[in-house]
């Protein structure tokens, strides 16, 4: 759990760092590591980039509420997939209240999204609506703070 | 100006010695790329929901003065803190005054108990403004020192030897700052005894009493008999990283916190407003920010305790506080060479052990509340400056 916690924040912690801060040898890490991605708990290591950083990158995303009909047996699964499989798509929900689905859909240009929602989503049996909220700026993202943080040190060198 | 002979200053002042410390401050400041491990307090910033009620606490106007004691709300919420963590009863109408500081609670509680000339035992390696507030506030300060041998924690038998007729009170801080003891259950038994029997007093300083790591903290106040006897002293500043906001708090006997009051009424009025109604939103929801902020001291500890072993420092893992107080002795140097050729060559502070007193001679203390990569490079530097001396 505590492993977990900090890879979360820190994919790119060593192994003999990790297994100072847990009290635990190198190798006991190492296999718990290995346990842990065999079970599926780390799914992957990915970096949290700031693209609005980056020089020339231009993308939008957008975050779709979309209602849709469940299927008899299988629920929203099943239509969560159909959409779940589109690579444009980088996260699905399903949530309680006015909607169903919580899409997220990352894509070069709006008009390549508009395409995606008029052509692909809503031409899905199930789907019922759409509303396409288009994002703006992106302040804060999987926990880490996009803006340019100062985070220098504001204590004195030495205190007693 | 006079000359020296017709100083205007106060003779107890003026024979106060400045700390160590503060020759290590202006060494360092004046250095550029150095990793301070010399910092005493945390390295998080205050909680934000404690920053946002403080924030709204003025918004709605609460700029005033509040009662001497502090606000009623806020002694309410520390005396019920108190007995859920620490199973010691403190009634918040006269038994509890928040302070500028925990080191105003020291302050006032040693004016409102010493007569001149009665004696304070102060334990060493220690917290270095206790002998001088004992001293500022007429009393004498009696050094007794905890050793290495005993993970530093002080013995009963230590502080009866030191006890004369004049003996007013013993100050005790656990977990301790500098080195990270923390004396368990079984062990402030063993002291209460001796306080007990000699009719002492005790401030207890548990300022670091959220931060310990391997065991349920035990309040001396909650040791049998004790309660009477006892001046707790605590704050909000370690555990939720709230320094600059200077609040601490004093619960203890009734007459004893009426005096305290009396001085506080006279010399301060009240504590901070805006900073005690952060507190309160510190102690009502401030919890989960608690314990992150420990297991993160705690995974360092333990970064930092196998660091230093592994380059040839001894070090014990201390149950508590954030620092770790690693044997220097050898590498040949006093505990001042190691760190002022450490700071020179590798550009890492570290306070030298002597200025916490005698017995700390032969020790560093080095902060672990820094960020783990600045802790990873100060040890790389550190090693390095080790394996030329061994």
Known sequence: ?160 | MRDQKHSYLSRSVDQLKPSGIRRFFDLASQMENVISLGVGEPDFVTPWNVIEASFHSLEQGYTAYTANAGLFELREEISKYLNKSYEVAYNPENQVIVTVGASQAIDIALRAIINPGEEVIVVEPGFVSYAPAVALAGGTPVTIQATAENAFNIQPYQIEAAITPNTKAIILCSPNNPTGAVLSKDELSGIASVIEKHDLLVISDEIYAELTYDEVFTSFASIKGMIDRTILISGFSKAFAMTGWRLGYAAGPKDIIAAMTKIHQYTIMCAPTMAQHGALEALRHGNDSVIQMKTSYRQRRNFVVKALNEMGLSCHSPGGAFYVFPSVENTGLSSEEFAEQLLHEERVAVVPGNVFGKSGEGHIRCSYATSLKQLDEAMKRMARFVERRL
């Open chain 1, 1 to 160: 759990m505590e492993l977990l916690q900090l890879i979360e924040k820190n994919g790119r912690l060593e192994v003999e760092d990790l297994a100072k801060m847990l009290d635990l040898s190198v190798d006991a890490t190492k296999q718990m590591i290995v346990k842990l991605e065999t079970e599926g708990a780390i799914l992957g290591y990915a970096t949290v980039i700031n693209w609005s950083k980056v020089l020339k990158y231009e993308g939008v995303t957008a975050m779709i509420d979309v209602k849709v009909t469940p299927t008899r047996g299988v629920g929203f699964d099943k239509v969560a997939e159909r959409i779940y499989r589109f690579p444009e798509v980088k996260a699905v929900y399903l949530m309680s209240g006015a909607y169903d689905l919580s899409v997220s859909v990352e894509g070069k240009t709006m008009m390549e999204i508009s395409r995606f929602v008029s052509e692909k989503l809503s031409a899905l049996d199930t789907v019922i609506s759409t509303t396409t909220h288009f994002v703006l700026k992106k302040y804060k993202h999987d926990g880490v703070i996009f803006d340019d943080q100062d985070d220098d040190d504001k204590r004195i060198m030495v205190s007693p």
